[in-house]
C-alpha cells in the first residue's frame, strides 16, 4: 500500500472559504493543531498565495509576512508551505518565505502554462526551499497537455507536480487517467488536490493514488473554494481504511478539525449547495462562489445562469472582473426580457 | 530623383523575432518614415525570420550583433528580453543609435506616449516598460490628474497564444516595472500589477482591469470626463483601445475596464497586447526622431 504525504491547505485554501480573513491567531493555532497531529507539511497564507491580497480578488486581513511567521512559529515537526502564482507573487515574496523558515514553495499557474513558472521554481530552489510545479484546474485541459506540462515542470526542477482539480468537475476514472498520463512523463512524485463540488474528492483521492499519486492535500472541515477541498480528517480516516500509509493521527486529526471549527465557528462549513454543483458541472473554478454569490445578488441575476456562463467563457483562476461583467449583462438581459 | 526632395528616413533594425518583433515588423514595413533594414534574432527556426525573408527584408540569426554588423542603422527596437536588453543598451549608447526597449528591463527613461512623451525629447534609450503599462497608466493618470490616489493596481488579462516565451520568463520583471510605473508615470502612491494567462480557445482580447483607490467623496463627473479624454488620446495610435467598463465607484476606489483589440498585423486580433506595445514603439520612434 502507497506512503502518503500529507499537505494540509487549511490556512490557504481555507481562506476562500473565509474570504481571506484569517488572523494571525487562527493561523498559530491551526498549525500548531495539525503539526500536533503529525501532519507533514502546512500551507498557508491568502487564496491566491503570497503577493495575492489585492482589490482584484480580495484583501487579506493580515500581510503575507504576518501570516507566514505565525505558521512558522507554532511548528515543531511540519514543513510550512507557501504557493505562489507569477504574475501575482514576485521573487520578494519567496526571498520573505525562505527568510522565515517557509521549507516548501508551490508554484503555481493554469494548468496549460508550466513555462511562465521557470523563473519562480528556479528562484525558490535558489533560495533552499523545496519546490512543487502546481497546476491549477487540471481538470480543464487533456491528460495529453497535463502530461506535457508536468514534464516542463520537471526540467525546471521541481521536486513533485501537483495536480489541482479546483473545480471539482472529474469522476474517478478520469482523475486516474490523469495521473496515469503523468505518471508516464515524469520520474518525480505526483500530488493531487480535489475539490468537492460533486461529492468526488475523497474517491478522487483514492483513484489518484491507485494510480501512483503520493502527495495529498485536504483541508479541515472541507474549507476552500467552491464546496471546499477534501476534508482533512475525513481523508485521514479513509487513507487508513484503505490501507496506505499516513503519519497523521487519527484523534489527533480530528482534535484539529474541532479547533479550527471553533476558531472561525460560527462561519459554517462548506457544503454541497446547488451553487457549487453548478460549479462543478459547469468547470468552473470554485474560488468563484463568494463573487458569484455577490454579483448575483448585486446585479439581479440568476446564479446559475451565471455559472453556466463562465464555463462558457472558460474562465480561468482570478477573473473576478469577467463575473461582473457577465452579471451585469444577465441582469440587462432579464430586465429587456421582462 | 534629386536627395534634396526625398524626406528624411531613419534605418531601423527589429531585434527578437518573437511575436512582438514580429508584429513590428509589419508596422515598421508600411511606415514610410522608416527604412526597415534588418530582422535580427537567435533562433533559426522563428516564424519571425521566416516572415522577414518572405518579405524582402534582410535577416540574422546573429541576435543583437547584427545591429553593429550592419552599421548604418539609426534606431533599434529591442523586443528580445530582459537581460539581453540590458546586456546590449550601452552598445547602442556608444554607437549612437536610438534604442526603443519593447523588454522590461527599464534601463532608460520609461514612456507613455499620452502621459510623458514630451520631456523626453533627448533620451537615448526609451523603454516602454510593458504592453499592460501601455494600456493601463493612461487610465490611472487619467484618474490622478483630477483626484488623489493612495494606489492603484491593474489586471492584465492576455490570451495564452499571444505571449511567447520572452514573455513568459519575465513575468517578475513585467509585474515590478508595471507596477512601478503606475506610481511614477501613472500618478498613484503605490501600485501593484496582476497578469493573469487565459488559455481559453477562441482566445480572448486582451483586456485590463484598472482599480484606482481615491476614497469615497471624489468628482466622478470629473473623472469620467478626464477618462474619456485620455481614451480618445490613446486611441489616436492605437484604434483598438477600448473601454468596456466606465469608471464608476465601488467603495473607496473607482474602477474601469479597458479592451484593446489589436490591429492584425501579424497575431489576430485578440493579441490587442502586442498591437499596442508596436504601436507604441513606431510613435515614439517617429516622433523622437523624426520631428
Redesign the interface.
Known sequence: MADITFVDVTLRDGNHTYGHRFTPEIVRRTAAALDAAGVDIIEVGHGDGLGGSTLHVGQAAASDEELVAAAVSAVKHAKVAILMLPGFGVFKDLEMAARLGVKVARIACHCTEADTTEQHLRRARELGMFTVGYLVSAGMTSAERLAEEAAKLESYGAGYVNLAESQGHLVPAEVAERVRAVRKAVSIPIGFHPHNNLGLAVGNILAAIDEGASYIDGSLKGFGGGAGNAQTEVVVAALKRAGHEVRTDLFGILDAAQTFHALVAPHPMPVIDNDSIMMGYANVYGGYVLPVKRAAAEYGCDPRDLILRLGERKVVAAQEDVVVEEAKRLSQERRKAA | MSSLAAPKRARAAIVGSGNIGTDLMYKLRRNPRFELALVAGVDPASEGLARALELGIATSTDGAEAVFEDGRIDVVFDATSAKVHAAYAPRYADAGILAIDLTPAKVGKSVVPSVNLDGNEKATNINLISCAAQATVPMVRAVTRVAAASYA?I?A?VS?RSIG?GT?????EF??TTSNALAEIGGADRG?S????????PPIIM?N?V?V?VGKDVDMDAIRKSVLEMVASVQRYVPGYTL??EPFLRGD?V?I?LEVVGAGDYLPSYAGNLDIITAVAVAVAEKRLLH
Do not use: C, W
Not at chain 2, 168 to 172: D, K, T
Open positions: 493596481e489586471v488579462t495564452s516565451p513568459r520568463q519575465n513575468l517578475e509585474t515590478h501593484k496582476l497578469v493573469i494567462v487565459n488559455p481559453a480557445d483586456r482591469t482599480y483607490v468596456l467598463v476606489h474602477m475596464g
